[in-house]
């Protein structure tokens, strides 16, 4: 017999899907999943904070650190289904080298930097949006019901960051300019197939490298944390983007 003035019980959250590369597995926000090995999911990272806090239907998290779009094409997908009620997804910075970019202007000359980036800048304008768009069709296939959300890059450098150890402000400008054309296309392509974009580049506004409250790891070790999100980075930086969004 139901008890007078009992609410109605509150009905569990859509079946999530947390896609996509590094920035969206939690590599640099510690915690990790001993499970999921080398693709270092964290318990900090924002897909599992949401999870945590909303209790979805189900949560498979399959993000993976150094993922490019082919690797979310052929091994991330194999939960989504009809059933599926949101997706979140980061990719395309692994496609446009962003390793290698950082590698170059942190170590490199100003003209090796500016060479880099500039290979990285002509990918992204040239081949990346046809690799997204073959990402983005596939989970629409897979997922015919779900809101997709793909969460973008911050910003690795506050502005002006002149005092910055190692970067100058030419090298410095050209990182930003080259986050911000990387934003500029992928939300492109995220609105072509009717995705949402979570921009995280303004709440991770006065939190990027040599800030002096960073929400992102200068170099670090373990090595693979270096120029990624902390823990604060996801919970402060992504997450309440995801939550405006989901």
Known sequence: MALLGAGPAQAAAPAYVALGDSYSSGNGAGSYISSSGDCHRSNNAYPARWAAANGPASFSFAA???????????????????????????????????????????????????????QARTFITGTLPGRLNTVYGAIRSRAPNARVVVMGYPRMYIEPSWWCPGIGETKREAINDTADLLASVISARAAAHGFAFGDVRSTFNSHELCSGDDWLHDLALPSWESYHPTATGHGSGYLPVLNALD
């Open 64 to 118: 993976c650190s150094g993922a490019r779009t082919a690797d979310v094409t052929s091994g991330q997908l194999g939960a989504l289904n009809a059933s599926t009620g949101l997706v979140t997804i980061s990719i395309g910075g692994n496609d446009a080298g962003f390793a290698d970019v950082m590698a170059a202007c942190v170590t490199g000359s100003e003209s090796t930097c500016l060479n880099r980036v500039a």
